[in-house]
Each structure stands twice: as C-alpha cells, then as structure tokens.
C-alpha cells in the first residue's frame, strides 16, 4: 500500500495541479451547467423536449444500444477464439485489434464512405437494392461498431486468459458438452468483463460525432443524433438548448462510468475468498 | 464447431475493420502514387498538418507536465476530497468531443464576460489558435495521469526517502529517482496523449467555428475536403493522418509491455 | 475389472512422460497411483479420465473401451487438487451439477443432493458459497459433487495437496471410511508415502513414467523389487558390501558371508530391523558409537556410527528405548534382523532370509 510521506510540504505542487484542474475541468463543465440552467428550469425543460431535440436523442441511444449489444456478442466470441484457439492470421488480427482506437473518427467517417458511398461500387450495388448505408441509420450504427469494436474485446481477454481452466475440465467430467459448459461456468465468470467492455462502448457512442457526421447526411428526424444535434444548434447561435441536451447525454454518460466504478468496488469486496 | 466460430470472427473482423481500411487505402491511391504525394503535398493540406503537430506538441507538453504533477499529487499527497479530484481527472473521458467544444465556447466565446475581456486585450480564444489549444488540452487531459498513478503507486516511497537521507533536496529526487522509475508509464500516456490529440475533431469543429478559410487542423481539412466535391484530399489526408496513428500506436504495443513489466514489480 | 490401462505412453516433444504403462485395478478397490513429481502419474490419471489423450496405448472402464470415448461420456467422478468448485453457484448447486446434465426431475435431484450433503456432514452449509468455505470443507464438495452422478470410476489428483496436514489427516481417513460405504472404483494421484500407505488397498509405484511394482501396500514395503522402491517407501539404509566385510574382523560379521554376488552390491536394511544392545550377545554383532539420540514422539531413532566408519540409523521404540537405558555417546553393539540384497546387475533386489 501507499505511504505517504510525512512531509506536509509540497504545497505549491498541490496548488499549481488543482489550480489547472479547476480551470481546465471545473470552469468548464460550470459554464455548461451554468448555459444550461440560466434561464431556469422551465425553459430547460422546454429545450430537451423539442421534438428534434427528442428524436436525436432517441436516435442515439437506439444506436448506440444496438451496436453495444451485438459487439458484446461478437466482442466476446472474438476474445474467445483469440484465447483459445490457434489460426493463421491470428497475430496480426490479434494486433490490429486496437486499430480503431488508433484512427482518428473523421478518417472512420472518410473509410466508411470510401467503402459504402454512393460512388463506391459497393454503395452503387446496395443502392440498387434499396440497402442504403452512408446517409441512412445503418451506416450510423456501422460506424458506432466501428469506432466500439476493441471495447468488449479487451475487456474480456484479460479474464479469458486467467482463467483457471479448472472448472471447465470439472464440468466436463460431470458430463457437460462443450456449450453447456460455456453457459453454466465460463460465461458467469465473464459477466463483469463483458458489461464493463459493453457499458464503455455503449458510452463512447453516446458521444461519438466525427465518424456519424460523415456517414449520416445530416437530415433531421431522420438520421441526426444527438451530438449533431448540439452541433446544428450551436452553429444556429442557440446555444442554450445545445447546452441543454448536452446536459442530458452528459448525465447519461456519468451515471454509467459511476455505475461501473461502484460494480468494480462491490465486485472486489464479494469474490477474494 | 471451432472452425466456424474462427471463420465468423475472421469474417466480422475483416467486413468491420478491414474492409473499410483496404477501402480507404484503394480511394487514396487511386490515380497513382503520384497523384497521392501531389493531394498531401497540396498546400493547404501541409499547413493543416503542421497545425496539427503544432497544437499537438502544446496540447503534450502542458499535459505532460500537469499530468506528472497531478499524479503526483494524488499518490503521494494527502487532503481531503482526493476521490473528487481523481473522478474530475477523468471527466473529459466522460464528454462527448461537441460537448467538450461547447463548453469552451460558452466559456471562452465573444458572447461571455471572460471572452468579452480577453477581446479587448486583443487575445481571441474561439475562433483562434488558443482555442484549439484549449480543447485539445482539454479532451487529452487524463491520459499521462492515469498511465502515471499506477506506476507511481507501485513503485513506493522507499527510495525518494532514502534518496533524501541521502542529502538529496525534492527536485534531485525528482529527477534522479522518480522520473526514471516512471519512465515507462510516462511514455504510454505521453503516446496515448498524442495519438489522441492528432484526432481530435469534433471539440475542435466547434472551437473553430464551421467557416470557410478558418484555420484548419488535419481533420477539419479532412472534413472540409469530404464535403466538397473532390473527395481526393480527404482520402489523402486521411491515410496519412491515420498510418501516422497506427505507427505510433505499434510504438505503443512495445511500450506497454515494458509498462506492464515495470508494474509487475521490478 | 474396474479401470485397466495397456501401453499408455504420452510424449512433450523428447521427453517421455508416461513410458508403456499397464495396470488393472480390480472393481470397487482403492488404489494409489504413488511416485515422485515427474513421474507421470497425474497424466495418466488425466489420461484415465479423457481430459488428455495418450499418443499410444488403451483405457478400458468396468470392461468397456474408453479410449476414443469424450470425458463427458465416460462416467467417472474427478476430484481436483485445488477442488476446481464453481465459484459463482452454492455448495447445493455445485453438487447438483453432474444431475442437472443428466436431465434428472427436480424432487429427485433435490433428494439426493440432501443424500450427499448428509454423507458429508455439510448439511447446513448447503446454501453457501465455496469462497464461504474452509479447505477441507471445498474439498468434501467437491468429492460429493463428483460422487452425486454415480459414477462408475472415481479419479483424485493429489486430492489433499493443498490441505493443512491435520486436515489432511482427517480427510484422509474421512476417504477411507467414504470408500468402505460406497464402493466405488477409486484411483488417486499421491506423491506421499504416507499417505498412500494409510489410505489404500492397493498401490502402483511409478518412476519416470514407468510402473515400478503394484501390489498392497505391506507387501511392498516388506517385498521391494528395485531400489527406487525400496529407497521410495521409508528410509533405508545402504551398507556397501564389500567395504564392511573388509573391514569386519574374525569371521565375526553380522553379513552374512554366503552373500552372492560379485563386487559392489548393496545391502538395504530398514532402520526397524536393526538390534541395538549394551553388551554382545549370541550373534555377530557391529560394534558402534550412538552419534546422536533424537526423539520423535513415540519412536527413537539413533544415528550409529559403526567402528568401521559407516554410518547406520536405528529406529525403536521410546519404551525399548528407555528399557535399553541408551544415551548419546554410548558404545553398543547392533545385529540384523533382516535384510535385502541388491545385485548390481541386473538391479533388483533379493528377498535375504536371516
């Protein structure tokens, strides 16, 4: 454990650390609550209940939903054949893992039009099919899984690898087949890993603007989310109701990393036996 | 059974990740090698990128140095209310870019009293160069904190306090004890730091105000040249943007491990 | 036949972990499978038991061939050594495991997980978590939660490995009196001599992947066919013939002089089966100096040095002991009362009647 030093000094270290803090953080995040609730409580509520101002905020928890949901089904099944299994290609999958962490989301944005734009052959094809991505909801949701793809993943890889296979080979002894033992004992112990990978994705969606401009055509009602909302608003000079709606997506955001932190608290108190 | 688990993962990752990166790099080079240089080489696309290395080096530096100090600060200082510190630490990774945008805007904007203020000194914040600084600073803040606090916190007092017995003032210390036995968590967060900074977007979209000639960083040119119709640059820009970031992460995994080796006890 | 195994080898590249082993254990025994780290004996439980595959040889299961068959399908129960319980299900659901997959109704798997928890004496823990647990309580779990499917074979690795040894104590005759009720097939993994000794009707002794001897455990202390086994199960000590006898004077050695054998050959003899005596008596005896005296509860042992240089332990017990009135320094005299004889070559060792 940490010990601290008796020495009380150090004093202008501490000032000059909260002193940025407070003006790079807290000044910040006040002059938001402060655009938010200037005018009062009714106003505010009148700006997160505009009807566009409720369906880009609807928008992007649907997608953001959706996209959490099927990486912690892929996320998971990914680190598990990374884990357990050899196959050719695995190192250098294995690596390029963490490439959307690395690239910048406007280039997200630019990849995904490159690829599905109506210019691009396959955009021409799905065109024709009436699947279109780029300026519809599924090329939102494509590019959320894009920019969430590593989350669940290394969550869970680090657990996998642990994990003592002991319990596995016990169920397989009592006559449990290959799934039923993934079911009953290695998916109960992957849980926390696969909510907590699940709950940041989920997160970092809520938020996400550089890779769902490019793909989303920008058409109100239809394909804004919540972040292009608040952009469109302050471009229009109102920059009361972006405040508004930025609070609620910011709220949602806290309660899930709080959330989260008080899950990692309880779960190191339960399982140390 | 096993085969067509790998084969799924194989296929979702290459449609996800894959397909998407091969795409870009046939856009970028499309119409040859030389017509790739000629888009990057083009001159707004040079003064965007040297923005962006310029405001990233700032955004590194400040944060470099603060986040050393905080982390610090929070290891091995007591005082009350550290559990709030330490969650402020991590509000920017809370915000979405735009509201993290807003923020200074409101803050810093001709419409607010400090905007209004520092008008008159003549310093421009939005708009301007500072106020990228600004929201890139911002939204980078906690990297070289958080690669910091563990590897502090692992290392332990003992030898800062042996090196005092030894007649060694707080800044020798410093420099000559705990900094080296950091080292290597500092770069991970220095590492993350600038990655993160390259990228950055939409704080910036915001700060800068969407008009035409402001100034641009390598991802509002990237953006810029998408919503017009010749699309070349943007694809140009943005391959390099991003082999700039994935060489730096490859940097990173070598990195990691010596974090990872350091943190393990040493 | 309850478990026979016929040429099982298993190879790590070079190195011959399990080399041509063949055994077979008879219906409703308990045996040991007893050796020293690297010997191969918990890959060949694991072998046993389908959770690895052998490169060679046959597994045959109360009569059936199990070589090819998956773990699930074999029917065995398997205890672990750090018991492998999971963590996230009560002791009642850890145990009721093994029936849930056999699709067993619900009264009928309640009842006989109350059955087990009552062969256990954990009744009242039923609905705690292993973490709440004790050691030795995980480990009684975990061999009713093998025992719950009824399986036909029962394999334990090293099950009380990781135990306190009073607990183990406990457990150990715990298994026994299980296994006297139950009567089960049961094969387990020890590296204690002891404890097999204690625990077993049987024991297969195995070195560097080879069986060495089986047989009941008396038999083979009393009968060693190889020097591994006789330094393997208790100490031993070791006299170099042909040093003793040249040394030894007036045709009065307590060694036998008809011993065959040509130069170099190794006389063992357990420290039990040594005579020590103040004063000489009918037989040939060494003349020796008690070096040290160490008392161990209700035994003594003696380390002698005999005149001729060689040291020699002595074990009795603490009454004979005190009867004998012996001290450290004393000068006394030792005789045999049995030996072994080990050729040089080949290399196993001859019964030697005195």
Not at chain 2, 56 to 69: D, P, R, S
Not at chain 3, 3 to 31: C, H, M, N, W
Not at chain 3, 284 to 296: C, D, E, G, M
Request: net charge neutral.
């Amino acid at each position: 454990m940490e010990r601290v030093p008796i020495r009380s000094a150090g004093g202008l270290l501490r000032v000059a650390s909260l002193s940025y803090l407070g003006v790079m953080i807290v000044l910040p995040l006040s002059a938001l609550a402060w655009g938010a609730f200037a005018d009062g409580l009714g106003p505010f509520v009148r700006r997160i209940s505009d009807p566009f101002a409720r369906h880009a905020l609807f928008l992007t928890a649907v997608t953001a939903l959706i996209m959490a949901v099927i990486n912690a089904v892929t996320g998971t099944l990914t680190a598990w054949v990374l884990v357990r299994y050899e196959f050719p290609g695995k190192g250098l999958m294995n690596a390029l893992i963490d490439l959307p962490f690395a690239v910048p989301t406007v280039v997200t944005g630019v990849m995904l039009v490159a690829l599905y734009g109506p210019t691009s052959v396959l955009g021409a094809i799905l065109g024709e099919y009436g699947l279109g991505v780029i300026y519809e909801k599924p090329g939102i949701v494509l590019a959320l899984l894009f920019v969430g793809y590593p989350f669940v993943i290394r969550s869970v890889q680090p657990v996998l690898l642990e994990m003592d296979r002991m319990e596995e080979e016990a169920a397989a002894t009592l006559g449990a087949d290959g799934w039923t033992t993934f079911r009953r004992v290695t998916l109960p112990t992957l849980r926390p890993a696969i909510v907590t990978g699940t709950a940041l994705a989920f997160s970092r969606a809520l938020g996400e603007f550089g890779s769902v401009v490019m793909v989303a055509g920008n058409r109100p009602l239809e394909t804004k989310t919540a972040p292009m909302y608040i952009f469109g608003e302050i471009e229009s000079g109102n920059q009361r109701g972006a405040a508004a709606v930025s609070t609620i997506l910011l709220a949602a955001s806290l309660l899930i990393l709080i959330g989260l932190n008080i899950l990692q608290r309880r779960k190191g108190e339960n399982r140390d036996g | 059974m096993k085969w067509a688990l790998i084969g799924f993962v194989q296929l979702w990752f290459a449609i996800l990740i894959l397909a998407p990166a091969i795409a870009l790099l046939r856009a970028a080079v499309e119409g040859g090698l030389g017509s790739f240089v000629r888009a990057v080489s083009a001159p707004e696309a040079v003064a965007a990128f040297r923005l962006t290395f310029g405001v990233t080096a700032i955004a590194t530096v400040v944060n470099t140095v603060f986040g050393v100090a905080i982390a610090v600060v929070l290891v091995r200082h007591r005082f009350p209310g550290k559990a709030i510190v330490d969650g402020l630490v991590d509000l920017p990774f809370a915000v979405s870019p735009i509201i993290a945008g807003l923020m200074l805007v409101v803050l810093y904007g001709p419409g607010s009293p400090i905007g209004r203020r520092l008008a008159e000194w003549g310093v421009g914040v939005v708009y301007e160069l500072p106020g990228l600084v600004l929201a890139t600073t911002f939204v980078t803040l906690p990297f070289v904190v958080r690669e910091v606090v563990p590897v502090l916190r692992e290392f332990g007092v003992d030898q800062e306090e042996v090196a005092r017995t030894l007649g060694a003032g707080r800044w020798t210390t410093f420099v000559r004890v705990t900094l080296p036995s950091i080292r290597w968590g500092l770069a991970y967060g220095v590492m993350l730091t600038i990655s993160r900074s390259l990228g950055e977007f939409g704080a910036l979209m915001v700060v800068s105000g969407n008009i035409i000639g402001r100034t641009q960083t390598a991802t509002l040119y990237i953006h810029d040249e998408i919503e017009s119709f010749e699309p070349r640059g943007a694809y140009a820009a943005g391959l390099a943007l991003a082999a700039v970031s994935f060489i730096l992460m490859i940097g990173m995994e070598r990195v990691r491990a010596r974090v990872e080796a350091a943190e393990h006890g040493d | 036949m309850g478990i026979a195994v016929r040429r099982l080898t298993k190879r790590f590249g070079d190195y011959r972990a399990v080399d041509d082993v063949s055994f077979e254990i008879p219906s409703g025994q308990l045996v040991a499978l007893l050796g020293p780290s690297g010997s191969g004996k918990s890959t060949i439980l694991r072998i046993i038991a389908g959770l690895e595959s052998a490169d060679s040889g046959e597994v045959v299961l109360t009569g059936e061939l199990a070589t090819a068959m998956p773990v699930q399908r074999r029917g065995i129960g398997f205890v672990f050594q750090h018991y492998a319980l999971f963590r996230h299900m009560t002791v009642r659901q850890n145990i009721a495991f093994g029936l849930e997959i056999q699709k067993l109704p619900r009264p009928e798997i309640a009842r006989r997980v109350d059955e087990l928890l009552d062969l256990i004496q954990l009744t009242s823990m039923a609905n705690r978590y292993p973490t709440q647990l004790s050691g030795g309580q995980r480990q009684r779990v975990a061999l009713a939660r093998a025992l719950a499917p009824r399986p036909k074979v029962l394999l334990l690795d090293e099950p009380f490995g990781a135990l306190d040894s009073q607990v183990r104590d406990e457990l150990r005759s715990w298994l026994r009196r299980l296994h006297d009720e139950v009567h089960v097939t049961s094969l387990f993994v020890t590296h204690d001599q002891q404890e097999a000794f204690e625990v077993s009707d049987q024991i297969v002794v195995l070195n560097k992947g080879r069986v060495e001897q089986m047989g009941p455990p008396q038999q083979l202390y009393e009968h060693p066919r190889s020097d591994f086994v006789t330094k393997f199960l208790g100490s031993v000590n070791i006299l170099p013939v042909d040093a003793i006898l040249a040394m030894d004077q007036d045709d009065e050695s307590p060694l036998p002089l008809d011993l065959p054998g040509p130069d170099g050959s190794m006389v063992y003899v357990r420290p039990h089966d040594l005579h020590v005596t103040k004063q000489p008596g009918q037989k040939p005896a060494w003349s020796a100096r008690i070096v040290r005296l160490t008392h161990l509860g209700g035994l003594v042992r003696l380390d002698l040095l005999l005149n001729q240089g060689t040291p020699v332990t002595v074990q009795m017990s603490r009454d004979e002991c005190a009867q004998l009135g012996l001290a450290q320094g004393d000068e006394v005299f030792t005789a045999l009362k049995d030996l072994k004889y080990l050729t040089p070559a080949p290399g196993f060792v001859e019964d030697y009647v005195i």
